[in-house]
Each structure stands twice: as C-alpha cells, then as structure tokens.
Nanobody
C-alpha cells in the first residue's frame, strides 16, 4: 500500500503563485509516474501534470508555461509549482501515483483545496 499526503493548498489572488507538495510512503514502486490531477465543482477530475521516475514530464495544455512539476525520488516527493494562477484554476488538487505502464493511477491522496480569487 502507498499513502500520499498533499500540502500547500490555500487561497490566492489571481496572478499569484502556490506550491503544492506531496509525499508518498509505504511500498513505493521502483518505477512510477507521480502526478497531480484536479477537480473543480461540477466537473470531472482532470490531469494537470505528471512526472516519471526518470524525470519525464507531461502537462495539460491549460497549464503549460504556468505550472511546473518536480520530483525528488530519494524523498518520494512531488511538487507542483503554480504561477500566474487564475480563477479557472480553482479546484481540489489530488496527488497520484501509478506503476509505470498502468493506465490509471493506483493510488490517490485526499486532495488539497486551491482557491483563486479574482
């Protein structure tokens, strides 16, 4: 089992920045993809960004150029630096982990709220 614990959410004004952090514990896959998803009220959960054990990243088009994902394999941690935030970024952000090759995440964190005021 893997436990994922997020931190760093909060309230920020439009144009501001936040950094989310997630730490994994338990039986960690040797090779995995860690990432961040988000879910806004009334909407489906969507992918924000992912990063592999080797450092390869992917981003949703809506956050490219504004968000950056970082990973520390020694600490089993993944961060999401979010800049130039807009009200459309308001959502609950979830940390995830999936085994390399798995189609969907195997594990989820409980989520952290990000609210961007206009």
């Amino acid at each position: 089992q893997v436990q994922l614990v997020e931190s760093g959410g909060g309230l920020v004004q439009a144009g501001g920045s936040l950094r989310l952090s997630c730490v994994a514990s338990g039986t960690i896959f040797e090779f995995s993809v860690m990432g961040w998803y988000r879910q806004a009220p009334g909407k489906e959960r969507e992918l924000v960004a992912t990063i592999t054990t080797g450092g390869r990243t992917t981003y949703a088009d809506s956050v490219k150029g504004r968000f950056s994902i970082y990973r520390d394999n020694d600490k089993n941690a993944v961060d999401l630096q979010m800049n130039s935030l807009s009200p459309e970024d308001t959502a609950v952000y979830f940390c995830s982990m999936r085994a390399l090759g798995a189609p969907v995440p195997n594990y989820w964190g409980r989520g952290t709220q990000v609210t961007v005021s206009s």
